[in-house]
């Protein structure tokens, strides 16, 4: 399906380490300039973003989270989040690609132990990327686990299938979850050159299609004992649900703001105005201009949303972190999350009915928006998000932990 120029997730180049927040907004932009150029040719022919994705952890983007003291970046959530929004607003599935990188990164340094940190994020400041070997097709929910760790003679052996595992064909070290012979979940942490571990490049989603969010087939692969973190109880209270939420906000708020503009764009330079306007440019017309101005409103909101979300998960981070302070995480993100699908859906819709007829036409590529929005919301469904947050201000209700919300 894919033509490979090399194999990204051997060596990896040495990478920087970035520590104020504007050197890390202006890596950004760079990875997203790189992206932009060709993304409606990379959605047309699924060929990946492998020399933009380079750029970014070349650049030190993939250890902004990491802290100070663990050689990392310490940089804030607030500034993770328009990192993710900025790059995608040129390329979405290039932003979905490090997606799961940021939350185990918050995993590690909620459940790891010290020496673990130390391995685990040592390898994420030297510039290798985690990948998600994700949840399991063929399983009632998602988090039904199936995979099996198992203690043979010769050490621990990890056997499994994996789907929506988005970045693990790019991963320097595959993470996924399994039971262990006590039946208790753990989380792996597995070198993507391990013998017997297989990813199939099978990923058919209509949208997001270069984030090779397919099949990873774990087949009595060596596990590392070091490298195994229990998975914590729904009780401990935790940020990594509110982290990698708070990056899908951002990664739909990008989606809304890339297709905004390329509707403006468009209007401007490449559509007609109706007969019944009487004026001699589209973006004249004073029923598009209000229609306009109504979508770009809702788009501020969400990115404001986004931003007072991030800024809430900031406060919340900590050693001591208490069950009210995730829940109230959880919910700002939730509630940014409800502005931010609706928002990346809308604006991707009306960047076709804009520009008219001719904003169908695939030269223009433009329906990559609509399908990039539409199938990045569906990875939870927002009606839960509203269930949360009614319940919540209506009747102090903490959300429920899940690594989603």
């Known amino acids: 399906m894919q033509h490979h120029h090399g194999e990204p997730w051997q060596s990896p180049d040495a990478a920087k380490v970035i520590n104020t927040e504007q050197d890390a907004i202006d890596a950004a932009h760079a990875v997203a300039a790189l992206a932009m150029g060709e993304a409606a040719q990379r959605d047309r022919q699924r060929i990946y973003p492998l020399e933009a994705l380079a750029l970014f952890s070349r650049s030190g983007l993939g250890s902004i989270s990491v802290p100070a003291a663990l050689g990392g970046g310490g940089l804030s959530y607030r500034t993770v989040a328009e990192v993710f929004r900025i790059i995608s607003a040129a390329d979405p599935s290039l932003g979905q690609i490090p997606q799961n990188h940021f939350g185990i990164i918050q995993f590690i340094l909620d459940q790891g132990t010290a020496a673990q940190q130390r391995d685990l994020l040592g390898a994420v400041v030297a510039g290798q990327r985690l990948g998600n070997g994700g949840p399991e097709k063929n399983t009632r929910h998602t988090r039904d686990v199936r995979a099996r760790l198992q203690q043979r003679e010769e050490g621990l052996r990890l056997t499994g299938e994996k789907f929506y595992s988005t970045g693990a064909l790019f991963a320097h070290i595959v993470v996924t979850t399994a039971l262990d012979d006590d039946g208790a979940a753990v989380m792996i942490f597995v070198p993507r050159l391990s013998a017997g571990l297989t990813v199939i490049d099978d990923w058919s989603g209509m949208g997001q299609r270069t984030t090779a969010s397919g099949t990873v087939r774990f087949q009595e692969v060596t596990v590392d004992a070091s490298r195994v973190i229990p998975l914590p109880t729904d009780e401990k209270p935790s940020l990594r649900g509110a982290v990698s939420q708070l990056i899908q906000a951002a990664i739909d708020a990008g989606i809304g703001r890339g297709a905004f503009d390329e509707a403006c764009e468009f209007v401007r330079h490449h559509s007609r105005p109706w007969i019944d306007a009487n004026v001699e440019r589209n973006a004249d017309d004073p029923h598009l201009q209000a229609d306009v101005g109504r979508v770009f409103t ?46 990346a859906l809308k604006a991707s819709e009306k960047l076709l009915e804009w520009g008219g007829s001719r904003a169908t036409l695939s030269e223009h590529g433009l329906d990559r928006h609509w399908r990039n929005a539409r199938t990045h919301t569906l990875h939870d469904p927002v009606r839960w998000k509203y269930h949360a947050i009614g319940n919540y201000y209506l009747n102090g209700i903490f959300p429920a932990r899940h690594a989603w919300i």
């Open 298 to 343: 809702e788009l501020h909101a969400a990115e404001a949303l986004l931003r007072r979300a991030a800024r809430i998960v900031d406060e919340c981070r900590g050693s001591s972190l208490t069950a009210e302070e995730a829940a109230r995480a959880s919910v700002a993100v939730a509630e940014a999350k409800v502005l931010t699908t609706r928002i």
